[in-house]
């Protein structure tokens, strides 16, 4: 394959998450669907990302391989999907590219978690949001929940990030009533923070 700028945009995308979908790829570079699948086979063809089917009823998951790492000159591991993750992390994506249309940012105005945890360094690994921005001056967190953690943890959670950020934003499912009690008896507390859902 003859190797594009765009190709090199795309890698970099990934060093980003863990995974992404096809869809996730398309909705940054391409405007059709066919194209997209296309670069993605040819991608996958020569070595640069790998495809993986891993949950039944969720699309194939797009990640980087060995040479693919190397191409982009990235120092990320090689990506471990966890099984329970995939729901969450699908909907991180699809919320950060919401929230890139909804405030008008390009990429390099958000650091997602895997590359706050990159500057962690080797020191002990601490709670990151799922991606943050900086928008008007002003930073913003975000927070996809989709389970229901302990609560004292929870609550850490929530002074940390009032603590960092101008705004801190949870996205939860509607029918997740015990987290939503959590954070609604806490808006007074943290009065930067805002609830979302994913309807």
């Known amino acids: 394959m003859r190797f594009m700028e765009r190709d090199m945009l795309i890698l970099s995308f990934f060093t980003r998450f863990d995974f992404l979908l096809g869809r996730h790829v398309q909705r940054l570079f391409f405007s059709g669907a066919r194209a997209c699948d296309r670069r993605l086979k ?13 949950l039944y009823g969720t699309p194939s998951l797009y990640s980087l391989t060995h040479k693919g790492r190397r191409k982009v000159d990235t120092s990320v591991r090689e ?42 360094g080797f020191s002990s690994r601490k709670h990151c949001p799922d991606f943050v921005f900086k928008k008007d001056g002003k930073t913003y967190c975000v927070e996809v929940e989709l389970s229901l953690k302990a609560k004292k943890r929870f609550l850490q959670i929530l002074k940390n990030n009032y603590d960092t950020y101008d705004f801190q934003l949870f996205f939860v499912e509607n029918g997740n009533t015990k987290l939503l009690a959590i954070l609604e008896n806490n808006m007074l507390i943290f009065p930067n923070m805002e609830v979302h859902f994913f309807e």
């Open 79 to 120: 990506n471990k999907i966890r099984i329970d993750q995939i729901h969450h992390d699908i909907a991180v994506v699809d919320t950060m590219l919401n929230m890139m249309d909804k405030f008008n940012l390009s990429l390099s105005d958000i650091l997602t978690e895997k590359q706050l945890h990159s500057k962690d």
């Open 42 to 54: 040819l991608l996958c063809e020569n070595e640069y990302l790998k495809r993986q089917k891993i």
